[in-house]
């Protein structure tokens, strides 16, 4: 569950590809794409999973509870570390191509929201996230082991 309920309504594009397709979808790119297709530099095959989106409005413009994201993952450590410096990199060559939409699990939040600053500290990399739709960015300093999944594409 994301803490952050309390953001304004804004529209949103509507439910145009209902959730029922979605798996329709993910067999395609799971099936169709590969690495050389891909811009992430992985050694094996990402996987791509449908997820639901939470109603907390902190995506809004952009999208909301009635649209499903499709996001990858690493099959394996080495290539989910990939994907994540691959973010890194893309947000420390171009800030404003880098703000890519990923899932972060820490042991204070669950959240979809985008990647705005990448820094280092005594314990290594971080990232910085925020909603869309927030007023403020997220308040942890989110590592590389907590980033789960990064978004490629916004169903409606």
Not at 42 to 57: E, H, N, S
């Amino acid at each position: 569950m994301c803490i952050f309920s309390r953001n304004r309504d804004r529209p949103s594009p509507s439910d145009i590809f209902p959730p029922s397709s979605m798996d329709a979808l993910v067999y395609f790119l799971n099936n169709s794409a590969t690495l050389e297709n891909l811009n992430i530099p992985f050694t094996k095959k990402p996987i791509a999973i449908a997820v639901a989106i939470a109603d907390t409005k902190s995506m809004d413009e952009l999208f909301d509870a009635e649209a499903n994201a499709i996001v990858i993952y690493g099959v394996d450590a080495e290539n989910q570390q990939i994907m994540v410096d691959w973010m890194a990199e893309q947000w420390l060559t171009d800030p404003m191509k880098g703000g890519n939409i990923a899932i972060y699990s820490s042991t204070q939040a669950f959240a979809i929201h985008r990647v705005i600053k990448v820094g280092f500290d005594n314990e290594g990399r971080y990232f910085k996230f925020k909603g869309d739709n927030n007023s403020s960015e997220d308040p942890w300093k989110i590592r590389d082991s907590e980033i789960k999944y990064l978004t490629i594409l916004l169903a409606y």
